[in-house]
């Protein structure tokens, strides 16, 4: 902030708001309240929250609360909040607001507007950067707490024979799944998706359906599970009874990129770089890498910046945590994705998750 | 939209998506990428998204879609955007963007500011009421999805003994309620929070911690379910062991206040109207109303409009699907609450969950 002059950051986030202070809700899923957190360029976090927060809020590393008994259409906390933010940033300074990639400002538009009306003369200025550089590099309690979760997810993937055998549809599979998760010390499983074909899947974020399990499906399961806010973020493959040479050809070719990225990242690389390890090795190994990303962070979030893309030129940086996911096409508009946690340190990626197995594992049908 | 002469709606939210197209993932806990989608004044919605999302997309109901390789640094979307809001809206004529209460842009204000500034003499209007007034109203497969959801979280209620027998801990109970919800049918769990105490709780949002469950405790589960895309709102209130006289009389006043609003709500009172009715009801079994709303809406997302406050004058309408949710003051700064979810006919409120016990259920500790 002092590099950039700001006065003041105003953070509207779950995730910002969970980083600064230790807040952790699952009310965030209530869209009806907005939440704010003002930091002065020195001094103390400042909350100024819904009343139904306060109690949860004293218990977080603010210093000051202000509250108003939201919602109360007409001023819902827009008045404290312009009073803040005219008393902490001086005309003619400064006000910080993340309005860049991977963020969006968590309050109604028009009370924003209103917000920004009164700040008169003060600049309003990007502060993605500010955070983002903050961020995207975790302490070692963080890493901590995302191999914790790493570990959940590996001991729920290692139920899988377990939790396929008599599973008749995908519906029941992420059932099962998300129970695996909970048994083995999830608080809560925020995202699962997944997919089932002979020849892979055709998309990674589908909730469950009611697709029969068959034999000779190759079927993934994604998580992101969370374990004190922390997620883990990373997938697994299995086949269901013996796989054909080609699926086990495209798991070969994920297992190269994968291997090629752990032996590869290193910090003052790009997120460009990244990229181009993963696919390049794909290429190598015979394969067509799939569009998108093939990597990203993670932390207080499912996925956090940079993504690994042709576009990307964040550096890569000692202390960032990521997902490597490289994805290769196999069929008619059908992928294969494996994913892997790492934390990169300075002599390269070392696994959060435990390493996915070399050849692609088979479940007896 | 015709009525306030909207030429396009412009709509970014999960909730609003998905009701709009049926597009359902989790993949929105991924704050990666924005998503778009236009609603001309005539014809079919217009997608534009990003490719990770296509293939689910082709599957609901949308006229078209368009689709970017996101996240692009500089361009997330937001010329394909641009292009379609220019040419859908005539020089002069009127974009509606939700931007009131319990509305939030989920894309990145920059990104908005770009595309407000292409819109030139266009008109941005708030299409808050064109949406809440039309999402407010259930149709009967919508209250048959929300009652199959509650069902699922009665089911899982009603397995309260089990699942307090032998939990040490608040931690240990919430995971235990989350697996007996999946158990029951949830296709996931996107809300659980509770507490517990000899004189109720002090917050009604908070995360499971270590505390420990006792002899003599009122301990409260609240859960928002999710089942085909429609979730449930309830909690339900246990005492641990034989409650004291107090706790008795503090849950027959939440008995009384909720037995007055299924009584008296009716269509064309207002939300204010059902704060008063639940308030006065509390007040007459000699009761302290806690602070904050006594109820408000649900259906696609935990909470929605309208709010039982003080201030809110929303009219209450017939296929309104709504949390009755009455909270007495029972301590030092604890509360018991009480909640139900219903759906309001001509003749009154027709519940969807279960009637919670007339007598504080005692579960053998």
Redesign the interface.
Known sequence: MATRGQDALFLT?P?DIFYVTGF????W????R?WFLVLPKSGEPLAIIP???V??MSHCAVGEIRAW?A????D?GVSLLTECLTSLVPEGGRLG?P????????????D??SVRQSLGQRHVV?A?ETLHRVREIKSEPEIEAIRATCGIADAAFDRMPELVAGAATL?TL??RF??AL??EG????????GGAGPEGY???????SGQPLRRGDIVMLDT?AVRNGYFCDFDRNFAIGRPSDAMKRAYAVLDAATEAALGQLRPGMTAKDAHRVLSEAMTDAGGVPA???LG?GLGV?????P?F?P???TELRAGMVLAIEPGVEVGD?TILVQEENVVLRDDGPELLSTRAARELPVIAP
Chains 1, 2 share one sequence.
């Open positions: 986030s995730q952790l809700t699952r009310f899923e209530s869209p009806a907005p009343e139904i927060g109690e949860l008994p919602p109360v259409p007409g819902d607001v309005m860049g990639a991977e963020t969006n400002l968590r309050m109604p538009l028009a924003w507007q990007d993605t519906e992420f059932r998300q129970i909970l048994e999830a608080d809560w499983v925020s995202y699962v998706a055709g998309t990674v974020i589908a909730p469950a992101g569009g998108g990303r990203h979030a499912l996925t956090e910046w993504s893309t576009r990307d030129e508009g």
